[in-house]
């Protein structure tokens, strides 16, 4: 499970210093194979370990073709992914494609989602961090399967 906040810097051609305490996982999960695509609902990437990104994949591909949202939502997700490795070093090159849609430049934040990565440019998740906190995170009602979520 990946989880936590990780500032990172990206270097000149675009490549991401994975932490350490993520590689092995990352190494283990598809041995070093990861596939980054654009989410579907911020300005930022998905980072997916390679056995994560294929059941996530299966479940959208699976998804009507008729229905004008589902398809959108391919075209987004699945349509933008792209499969990268990570080198000896750690690193995973960033496709520049996706690192303009994300705003991607020198600074970056890596968020850990349990079974993917967010990445983040450094002001954008500082602003939507602050907006979030600001007006409470709960804006909406939980889904059903949350309603009992004790923390």
């Given at each position: 499970m990946f989880r936590g906040v990780s500032a990172l810097s990206l270097d000149d051609k675009g490549r991401l210093v994975v932490p350490t305490r993520y590689r092995h996982a990352l190494?283990?999960?598809?041995?070093?194979?990861?596939?980054?695509?654009?989410?579907?609902?911020?300005?930022?990437?998905?980072?997916?370990?390679?056995?994560?990104?294929?059941?996530?994949e299966r479940l959208l591909t699976g998804?009507?073709?008729?229905?004008?949202?589902?398809?959108?939502?391919?075209?987004?997700?699945?349509g933008h992914a792209t499969d990268c490795e990570m080198d000896g070093a750690g690193r995973?090159?960033?496709?520049?494609?996706?690192?303009?849609?994300?705003?991607l430049e020198k600074r970056v934040v890596l968020i850990g989602q349990g079974n993917k990565f967010e990445i983040w440019n450094e002001d954008h998740w500082n602003e939507r961090r602050s907006a979030w906190l600001e007006e409470?995170?709960?804006?909406?009602?939980?889904?059903?399967?949350?309603?009992n979520l004790s923390l």
């Open positions: 190494r283990a999960r598809g041995d070093g194979h990861v596939v980054v695509t654009v989410c579907d609902s911020e300005r930022c990437l998905w980072l997916y370990g390679l056995p994560e990104w294929e059941n996530a998804l009507s073709s008729t229905h004008a949202a589902s398809q959108r939502l391919k075209r987004l997700i699945v995973i090159l960033l496709p520049a494609p996706l690192r303009e849609f994300a705003g409470g995170i709960l804006t909406e009602p939980l889904p059903p399967e949350l309603a």
